[in-house]
């Protein structure tokens, strides 16, 4: 199957700081690709579609000054979760679009603790 | 909008022994319904894509169905590494997927 990395696969930091998470698709172009979150024992909640050459769409209740989305290429989408508190520690997931088929595939996640 | 709903939560099954999952769903415009598997701390793990009502697919144990409101995940003789949270989706027209809360299946040996 198609392959999505994402890296890191986890991150420690301190509260104030901005961490970058990376999408990549391996072996597709993919022209969306969404960032999800998850909480333990919960399932993905869609925070965000991303576009290739053009602004994110955030979901209701998403703040898009706090998760910034940059999606510079077709195989590539970045996260920036910017002045990282404790409440934004959690499990955060990405998915690339393939271009053709329209199947969704995930990368492995990105496990952010902000201490 | 949008809604999966799964049952049960959760899923104990002896080596062997066959079950299913149930995903029901409302979407306005269904473009597919996506079944994963995801081990803990671990992204999920695309399983199967149903197009349209009566649409099955198979792969090893697992047996994917599709009606106008709901799917099912059999599970025939599953083995302990079967042992996962199966996540059931649906994408809308504008390919957003809306997630149910998943099943936790836990298989014994």
């Known amino acids: 199957g198609a392959v999505v990395s994402q890296h890191p696969s986890w991150v420690i930091c301190k509260s104030g700081t901005s961490v970058k998470i990376e999408c990549r698709s391996l072996?597709?172009?993919?022209?969306?690709m969404f960032w999800y979150r998850q909480f333990p024992k919960q399932s993905l909640m869609l925070m965000a579609t991303?576009?290739?050459?053009?602004?994110?769409?955030?979901e209701q209740g998403v703040e898009k000054d706090k998760f910034l989305i940059n999606h510079a290429s077709l195989t590539l989408s970045t996260l920036t979760v910017t002045s990282a508190h404790p409440e934004d520690s959690s499990f955060y997931i990405c998915s690339a679009r393939q271009f053709i088929r329209g199947e969704l595939f995930f990368g492995e996640g990105s496990r952010l603790t902000v201490l | 909008e949008d809604q999966v709903t799964q049952s049960p939560e959760a899923l104990r099954l002896q080596e062997g022994e066959s079950s299913s999952l149930n995903c029901s769903y409302t979407?306005?415009?269904?473009?597919?319904l996506f079944w994963y598997r995801q081990d803990p701390g671990k992204g999920p793990e695309f399983l199967f894509t149903l197009y349209s009502a009566g649409e099955e697919k198979e792969k090893e144990r697992l047996k994917a169905t599709l009606t106008k409101k709901e799917s099912f995940l059999h599970i025939t003789a599953p083995k302990p590494e079967d042992s996962a949270t199966y996540l059931c989706a649906v994408q809308s027209n504008d390919y957003k997927l809306s997630f149910g809360a998943g099943t936790t299946v836990t298989v014994r040996a």
């Open positions: 979407v306005s415009g269904l473009r597919g």
């Open positions: 072996d597709f172009q993919a022209t969306t």
């Open positions: 991303s576009n290739e050459g053009s602004k994110a769409t955030y």
